[in-house]
């Protein structure tokens, strides 16, 4: 499975910003797709999830200005970034999951990137005060 991002970007303090992420194949009907940013010298965190039953989950941190969706006939997953903080610097990863487990866990946000079988390359955020 090969996941591509791409939409990252440099914006201002309040702009916003829309990162995808291709998924190449689905190797099953159930699964759970993320968002996970990662800043210099800090862990890789996880930003959002949407399973396939479509529950979301987002961080705390992002709640309110974040959107992650997903279009099946695209096989792509969206991540729309409004409201914009120098703090939301990082890079952007995608990753998979797959199975009914991973589907029905997706919505709590306890993963860590372990849970994650299947990661895009990463797409760079950085926003400037």
């Known amino acids: 499975v090969r996941l591509v991002e791409s939409g990252g970007g440099s914006v201002q303090a309040g702009g916003s910003l829309r990162l995808s992420c291709v998924i190449s194949e689905r190797k099953s009907r159930y699964y759970c797709m993320s968002w996970f940013h990662q800043a210099p010298g800090k862990e890789r965190e996880l930003v959002s999830t949407?399973?396939?039953?479509?529950?979301?989950y987002y961080s705390d941190s992002v709640k309110g200005r974040f959107t992650i969706s997903r279009d099946n006939a695209n096989d792509t997953i969206y991540l729309e970034m409004k409201k914009l903080k120098p703090e939301d610097t990082a890079m952007y990863y995608c990753?998979?999951?797959?199975?009914?487990?991973?589907?029905?866990?997706?919505?709590?946000?306890?993963?860590?990137?372990?849970?994650?079988?299947?990661w895009g390359q990463g797409t760079q955020v950085t926003v400037s005060s």
């Open positions: 949407i399973s396939s039953r479509d529950f979301e």
């Open positions: 990753a998979a999951a797959w199975g009914l487990d991973r589907m029905v866990e997706c919505p709590a946000g306890r993963q860590t990137r372990g849970d994650f079988p299947d």
